[in-house]
């Protein structure tokens, strides 16, 4: 079973690079049991979203 | 100060380069760009000034591009995407110090699990803060805590839009080092901005 600090780190790499298949699969299930995860997941998406605003604006 | 570019052709209104308004509007969103990726005035009005007289030096051929003002953005990347490369090589950042993950180790158990006042919270609708001036006061803290060579990875991936690996070929480091350090400007701003603002906005 994947760790979490193992899984933040998958889910902040996912943002920089396409996941295996395997490693896609195991984050998939480490998530459906981990509401931690789960958050630090929309957390990133969120930042992302955030630092996009940030160039539009500025541009 | 370096001198203000006037345009070639003032009274032609239909490109950026040729007409003053917009010349002066094109330049403040260039200036404020250069000023979020390397916080330094002088640094940013030099950077802005090369990119202009380059996209004004290339005569005509802008004329093709189909958005003059991408294409001196373009510009303006590459420029300071070599500022970047330059203060990297010069201040020799400690590339072990910037990949050490150990900051984070607290927030985690020994099985490497989340430790339960740690685990990150559900930031709700966190799109409404992205309205909100004292969110961006906050993010602007945020981003300034981090180490230098962490933010400039960061920038360049998140704010510039490179991709890590050629984040890594400008910077002369490897792609692991490269995924980590990223890795730990995003631990590090999701604490901040939990601790900073989310948090923060459940006691107001």
């Not at chain 1, 899984?7 to 896609?24: H, N, V």
């Not at chain 2, 203000?4 to 917009?22: G, V």
């Not at chain 2, 300034?144 to 933010?151: D, G, V, W």
């Amino acid at each position: 079973m994947m760790s979490c600090k193992k899984a933040t780190y998958l889910l902040s790499q996912r943002m920089d690079r396409k996941l295996s298949a395997g490693e896609t699969l195991s984050l998939k299930f480490h998530l459906m049991m981990c509401h931690g995860c789960t958050n630090f997941s929309n957390n990133m998406t969120f930042l992302r979203k955030a630092c996009e605003r940030v160039v539009n604006d500025t541009q | 100060m370096p001198p203000t570019i006037s345009a070639p052709f003032p009274n032609d209104a239909d490109s950026p380069l040729r007409n003053e308004a917009m010349l002066a509007q094109l330049r403040r969103d260039l200036l404020r760009f250069a000023m979020l990726q390397l916080r330094n005035r002088e640094l940013a009005e030099d950077v802005v000034q090369e990119a202009l007289a380059a996209a004004i030096g290339a005569g005509d051929r802008f004329e093709q591009r189909a958005s003059v003002k991408t294409w001196v953005f373009s510009i303006l990347k590459n420029k300071i995407i070599d500022v970047f490369r330059d203060r990297w090589n010069k201040n020799r950042f400690d590339v072990v110090e910037a990949c050490d993950e150990s900051d984070f180790d607290v927030l985690f158990m020994g099985n490497e699990r989340w430790q339960r006042s740690e685990m990150p919270a559900s930031w709700g609708d966190p799109e409404q803060s992205l309205e909100n001036v004292e969110f961006w006061q906050i993010f602007d803290i945020c981003m300034n805590n981090l180490p230098e060579a962490t933010a400039r990875v960061f920038t360049m991936r998140e704010f510039l839009g490179l991709e890590a690996h050629e984040i890594c070929k400008e910077l002369g480091i490897s792609t692991s080092n490269c995924w980590v350090i990223l890795h730990r400007a995003r631990m590090s701003l999701r604490l901040c901005l939990q601790q900073r603002w989310f948090e923060e906005g459940e006691t107001k």
